[in-house]
Each structure stands twice: as C-alpha cells, then as structure tokens.
C-alpha cells in the first residue's frame, strides 16, 4: 500500500480515536477538578454550620437545655443546606433541590447526638408568610360535596381596582364560597376583601391542613396526605448502653444498670444492681488521688456529692484538697478568711457593675476627670480578678470532692460489670444495600475485665487526676459511642433508601480512624452528600468539622492561663499551660504562685461593641501567644509541667476542675441517690419484708399510699407515725380521693449514713 493510502487511514481512523481519547481526558480532568470544587464548598458549608452553632451557643443564655440546644441544631442545618446550595450555584429558595442528595447530617454533642435526615412526611398547606394553615382560618371551607375531612381553601387577600375583582376566578364564586364585603372606611382606593364563612367545621376545627394529589382540595387526614422529602431533625439519642446480668448459681450479684456517656468522664448511671434502684450522676477520676488538706477530714468518705458541694460552699473554715503535691485552698488560710459561695457571687456582681459605670464614665467625650477613672477601672478590675479566682478554687474543691465521692461509689457498687454484660443494640444486625450487616463491634461476650475500675492512676500527660485514654473505661465508652452513631446513621440511610424513588442508592462510607478520633472526641458536624451529579460520575463524599468554641463541651487543651497578677493586662499573652512562652517567674523574677485561666471560647466571643465611639470592649485584654492558637506551631510538652510541679501544675487542676464543675449537663440527675424497692407494685404484698441495706446507711424512707377512699371529693385525713409504739410525728394530714400520696420520712442525720 502507497504512503498515501496510509495516510488516509490514519487521517480516517487515528486521528479520530486521538480526538475522542482527548476529549475524554479531558472530561475526566473536568470531573476531578468539579469533585475537588464540591470538597471545598461542602467543607465551608460545614464549617458555616459550626460557625452558627457555636454563635448561638455563645450568644444563648440557655444554650445548653434540651428545647433551646434542639432551636440552635435546627438554625444550623439550616445554615448548612443555605450555603450549600449558595455554593452550588442555586439560590437559598433551590436548598430543596439540594437537600434530597444529603442522606444525613451528624450533630455530636456533648452526650448524645442528633441526626438530620430526608423524610417522607405529608406536606402541610401554608400560606404566603410559611404560615401553617388550619381548619378556621380564614380562607378555609368544608367541601360538603367530597369526603369527610376534604377543604378547600382561598388566601385571604385584597384588590385595588373593581377590574381586578372581575378578573378574580375565586371572587366571582364569592356567592357559592364565602362573602364578598367591601371595605368601607378605605372606599378611596375600591378595596374589597373576601372571607370564607366559618360554619361546618366540626371535629376538624384547629387541625392543620394537608395538601392532596387533588388540585385546590386539602384535607386533615394525614393518610390521605401528600408526602414530600424533608430532611428531619431526628429524636435525641444519648451516648448509652444497657448491661444486664441475672443472678446464676454461685453468683453473689445481679444488676439492670443503663448508663448514659459523655466526651469526657461524666456518666450517669441507672438501674438496679441487687434489689436497689439506683440514680447517680458524676465525673469519673482514678480513685485515692484526692485528699482533705484542710476542713472536714471526712469529706470525701462520709458525704454524698450534694451534702459536699452545700458543705464547700457555706463553710466558714477553709476547704482545701491535695492533688499529687498540688494544693487548693479556698480562702486566705493565714488570715482565716473565707466567704461563703453566695457572698462572692454577690460580691462579684456589684464589682462588675462599679466596672461598668466607671468604663460608661470614660466613654463620654466630656469627661474631664479621665486620669482618675482610669485608676478607679483597674482597683475594680484587680477586685474582680481577686473574687473570680477566689470562685475558681472553689468551683475547682467542689468538682474533685464530688469526682472523688462519685468515683468511690462506681469502685464499690460497679466493680462487677464488665463488657461481656452489654446488652447489644436490638436485633443486633441492620438491613443495608449490601445486605444484612453486623454492628460495627462485636463486644467481648467473655470478657471480665470491669469497664468501670478506676483504681489506675494517669499518665503524667494528663495529671493523674484524669482517666488514661487508653484504659478500659475509655476505650470501650469510645466504642459504644461509635457503635450507636454508625448503627443509627445505616438506619436513617437504609430508610432513605426505601423512601426515595431516586435510582441512586445511599449507604454509609467508610470513615477513617483518624475522622472518628475527632467525632468521639469533641462536638461535631459530619455532612453526608451522595448522588449529586459530576460529570462522568456522580459526587459521593463526607467532611468533618469539630468545634472547641462552644458553652457545652471543655476540652483542657483549649484552657488558656495568664499570672493573675498581669490579667487583663493589655501588655501581657495568654498561653496554653505546657507552652513554654508561658513565664514561671515575674520581671523581679519573684515567682509566680497563682494563674488566671478561661476556655478559648471566652475569647472568641467576649467582643462588645461600644455604640459610643466605635471602639471594642473585651472582657479579656490579653494578647494572644502566637504559638499557642497556631496548631501548626504548637508543640505539646504537657508531660514536663506534671512532672516538675509546683504552680502550672496548680494552675491547670484550678482550670480544667473549674471549667467541668461549671458545665451544663443535659442528662444529670439532681438529687443522685440510691432508692431500695422494699415492696414491688404486685398485687399481693407480702405481710412483711427486709430491707438488705444497713440502718445507718438509710437517709430517708418514701411510703407510697394508693389511693384512700371517703365520701366527699376531698377530706383532710390526720395521721401519726409510729415505730415500734413510740411516736414520731403528729399533727399532719394528708388528702383523700388522691392517688400514690407519697409520705416522705427523713432520718436523723449521721456522719455514718452515707
């Protein structure tokens, strides 16, 4: 064959291969240049998500109660799905276009966790304000000729001109819908407004109204309904596990005991473990660190957490506690100085407000006597530090007394339960795509190693004040967490799947060690986005955002200290307690004894706008250590200030004591005790029964009454106490006709009880 025929096949055949090849090359380089494009914006909206959360949480007073914190998740998913669809191009109005590729949103709090995902639910008729529409509103007629519970429905509006009335489909049948009445006192401008008659409403009245596949037809019938995809806030799941136990031949125990985990070591705890109901709620610390210095020597031994904090607070002698050579004293030991809890708060108060007045004085431009409101400024600011410490130690004593009474009781009660004893999540295995699933963990079924020992001491890293992460506790807490979020989240998936008419199937990827250290460790927002159109291919990726600025978690590594000496000195840094920009030692090189500290999210938020002159105000005037809010600068060196001692040590039991005793919890238990069920709720109570706990060990004794009988609606009935023919109380009455009356009797206190 000539050149020339070979030429022309080339021309015929390779060139058009190259050309196809290149062009889908091409495509592909356009398809991971847009995958990387949705990483990044689907990372931002993350991080907006975060952004609101940790605003409102900041900026709510009440951030950390269940109804608001749910307000606050609800705001930030909805600052999620708005930037991303902003990202994407689309308009905040097109986010439900977006929202069908997101199978579900994660919310990790500081105790449970939340869940938002795409729901078939009846879509409710609203109006044009996103109001929800009802049976007697305006606007709303029963349709006598359909089915029971079918409406129709004609917005409640208004037209300027007699044209536009005649032009009005709905206004010219005003004589078969409703009454068409003319609006008298603006006859100028020919308003005319309609209103349905509100008759023939029965049961249905007030009930919200649902759309219909029948066009102008609404119903309240939640059957008859319309569905529409919603992505929905699930139900709040805590951090909990279930262990159970019967009592075998040769066993000496029995327990039902569920337990409610945090991030952090703070757990509550119940259930019944041998006959006894038990409610407890504290933080869980290695036993025997924690020593009385000074007050009562029996503190930690004889009271319970509630009795202790009272005690702390009101005593009139200093409390102080020994940690590893570290010694906390509320008060002035050499003086004998001490104010109650109250008196300092109160103290506290009144000094702000001084602060407050003396700052409004210097602001005012006609102020001419600003040298010495300057002065007056830094004498309340100095008495303001003095008082906040003073509530710091305290708040500190308080936390590892009650840590220590708490840690004390789960050694001595909890010291049988192990892993083996779980009671895995119900059906155990899950339906996904791939097929029947098992949970993430297998827990050890023979294991006897008890989750619950604290008798270890920490790691110097941490102090030994503090559970080592890699304990047992720790370590199966983590993988209860993870077990529970991964089961829930194939569930809210493998729902979405059955829901959704969409070709594409959702499922939960695989996350890495690394994304789930920080999910199990801090409050996060992991966002799931699958299915979302990528040019060859089709975008499937999750991001993880955590937060360190918020009012509802404390993480010791964003806790910043500054010598109280120099705090709120304009001319001074804050550091991180293991930085070694942080001076041990004064300019007079006299050494410093005593550290101010505050959580990072005290600084990120404490910005005050001053309408006045423009200019910020700061509860914290510090200046930040450049190394220390830089990660990428930041070496941790934690291990030398717990071995070395002295004042940074102190400084950091104060801080990290101070900050978990002041935090919201939302699964505590206000009065943590232990109940004895005596008699059960059978029908047939035997004559007599014995309790299995010691007499001074008994605080008080509840009798719960059923209900007593008497011919008028409601008759005081006298009664009289008596043990063993002796008298105890009289001249009290209870009411009749009222069921479970509770006659609580409380026992002479003794040191012994508790």
């Known amino acids: 064959m000539k050149l020339q025929g070979f030429s022309i096949i080339f021309a015929l055949v390779a060139i058009p291969l190259i050309l196809v090849l290149t062009y889908y090359i091409q495509l592909q380089v356009d398809t991971i240049t847009l995958q990387n494009d949705y990483d990044a914006k689907l990372l931002n909206s993350v991080r907006d998500a975060v952004s609101s959360f940790e605003l409102n949480t900041a900026n709510e007073d009440l951030s950390s109660v269940s109804d608001s914190l749910r307000t606050i998740i609800e705001a930030s998913n909805n600052v999620f799905f708005n930037t991303l669809s902003t990202n994407l191009g689309l308009s905040n109005a097109s986010k439900a276009y977006v929202e069908p590729y997101v199978p579900a949103v994660l919310y990790t709090l500081y105790d449970g966790y939340y869940i938002s995902s795409p729901t078939r639910v009846p879509e409710v008729l609203v109006d044009a ?234 602001s005012n431009p006609n102020e001419t006597n600003k040298e010495q409101l300057n002065i007056d400024k830094r004498g309340w600011e100095n008495q303001i530090t003095d008082v906040q410490y003073e509530l710091d130690k305290m708040s500190a004593v308080i936390y590892y007394v009650k840590a220590a009474i708490f840690s004390n009781w789960v050694q001595n009660n909890l010291n049988v339960i192990t892993e083996g004893s779980i009671v895995e999540i119900s059906g155990i295995n899950y339906q996904t795509i791939n097929g029947v699933e098992e949970i993430t963990y297998k827990f050890d079924k023979e294991s006897t190693t008890n989750i619950f020992d604290t008798t270890g001491n920490a790691t110097s890293d941490i102090g030994v004040a503090e559970i080592p992460v890699d304990s047992p506790f720790y370590t199966h807490k983590t993988n209860v967490i993870r077990n529970s979020i991964q089961y829930n989240l194939n569930q809210a998936m493998s729902t979405y799947n059955q829901e959704s008419s969409r070709a594409y199937y959702y499922e939960m990827p695989v996350m890495q060690n690394e994304e789930w250290d920080k999910i199990l460790n801090n409050v996060s927002i992991v966002a799931f986005m699958q299915g979302y159109p990528c040019k060859l291919k089709t975008y499937n990726n999750y991001k993880v955002v955590s937060s360190t600025n918020n009012e509802i978690t404390v993480s010791p590594k964003n806790i910043f200290y500054v010598p109280k000496d120099n705090f709120n000195d304009e001319n001074s840094e804050y550091h991180r307690i293991d930085c070694n920009k942080l001076p041990s030692t004064y300019a007079d090189r006299n050494p410093i004894n005593e550290y101010m500290s505050f959580n990072s999210k005290e600084i990120k938020y404490d910005r005050i706008s001053s309408s006045d002159n423009d200019i910020y105000l700061y509860d914290h005037k510090n200046l930040a250590c450049y190394d220390c809010i830089n990660d990428g600068n930041y070496l941790e060196n934690s291990s030398d200030i717990f071995a070395e001692g002295g004042a940074k040590k102190t400084a950091y039991y104060i801080a990290v004591g101070k900050e978990k005793n002041n935090l919201y919890k939302m699964n505590a238990i206000d009065n943590s005790q232990g109940y004895e069920i005596v008699f059960d709720n059978s029908i047939n109570h035997p004559i007599t029964n014995t309790s299995s706990i010691e007499w001074s060990r008994i605080k008080a004794i509840e009798i719960v009454l059923g209900t007593i009988k008497s011919a008028g609606s409601s008759e005081s009935l006298r009664l009289t106490y008596q043990l063993h023919g002796q008298e105890l109380k009289t001249d009290s009455s209870i009411s009749s006709n009222q069921a479970n009356t509770t006659i609580y009797l409380k026992l002479q206190e003794n040191s012994a009880y508790r």
């Open 129 to 362: 304000d996103e109001n929800a529409v009802s049976v007697g509103d305006l606007g709303v007629k029963k349709i006598r000729t359909s089915p029971d519970h079918m409406y129709s429905y004609h917005r409640y509006h208004e037209h300027l001109t007699q044209s536009d009335i005649n032009n009005c489909k709905i206004c010219n049948r005003a004589d078969v819908d409703g009454v068409l009445t003319k609006d008298i006192t603006n006859d100028t401008e020919n308003r005319y407004y309609e209103q349905y008659a509100e008759d023939s409403m029965g049961n249905d009245y007030g009930q919200l109204l649902y759309v219909t596949n029948n066009p102008n037809q609404y119903t309240t019938d939640i059957n008859n309904a319309k569905l529409t995809n919603k992505n929905v806030l699930k139900t709040y799941m805590p951090y909990s596990a279930r262990y159970k136990k019967s009592k075998a031949k040769g066993d000496e125990v029995d327990y039902d005991v569920t337990v409610i985990y945090t991030l952090d070591n703070y757990i509550t705890i119940e259930g019944t473990i041998n006959d006894v109901y038990y409610t407890k709620s504290g933080y869980l610390i290695p036993t025997n660190v924690v020593s009385i210095e000074e007050g009562d020597k029996n503190l930690i031994n004889n009271y319970s957490q509630e009795d202790a904090e009272n005690y702390i607070k009101t005593a009139t002698e200093p409390v102080g506690i020994n940690i590893d050579g570290s010694i906390i004293i509320t008060g002035d030991p050499e003086n004998n100085v001490k104010q109650t809890y109250d008196e300092l708060t109160n103290e506290l108060t009144q000094f702000n407000n001084n602060l407050e007045t003396v700052i409004s004085k210097l």
